[in-house]
């Protein structure tokens, strides 16, 4: 069975930093690229990051070059987003989801791409 679960998020301040987790089983990581997306109300699915499981390839949204960084931890089958200065624009429900699917690297930011996904985690920052 292919769970993630997202976990990290909260209410902030802006200029405030979060780290999220997608934490993942085996079966899901090995092998496999996994992405960061968010989804803010009344807009569409944005991709933020992707990191492939087996390498340290990583790619990010335009939109989030420089604050926000990607990272894992092979010994527990996560995924880390690390998000820094903390913007109210950021707010949003934030979705790990992954692939084994892997055509090409880095990962893809394509949403469509990717098959399992989790339930999300809520951030919300304030002015």
């Known amino acids: 069975r292919q769970q993630l679960m997202e976990s990290g998020g909260g209410s902030v301040q802006a200029g405030g930093s979060l780290k999220l987790s997608c934490a993942t089983s085996r079966y899901t990581y090995t092998s496999s690229c996994i992405g960061w997306f968010r989804q803010a109300p009344g807009k569409e699915r944005e991709a933020v990051a992707s990191i492939y499981a087996d390498t340290d390839d990583t790619t990010y949204a335009d939109s989030v070059k420089g604050r926000f960084t990607i990272s894992k931890d092979n010994a527990k089958n996560t995924v880390y987003l690390q998000i820094n200065s903390l913007k109210p624009d950021d707010t949003a429900m934030y979705y790990c989801?992954?692939?084994?699917?892997?055509?090409?690297?880095?990962?893809?930011?394509?949403?469509?791409?990717?098959?399992?996904w989790g339930q999300g985690t809520q951030v919300t920052v304030s002015s």
């Open positions: 989801a992954a692939t084994s699917v892997v055509d090409t690297l880095p990962c893809t930011l394509l949403s469509d791409r990717y098959t399992y």
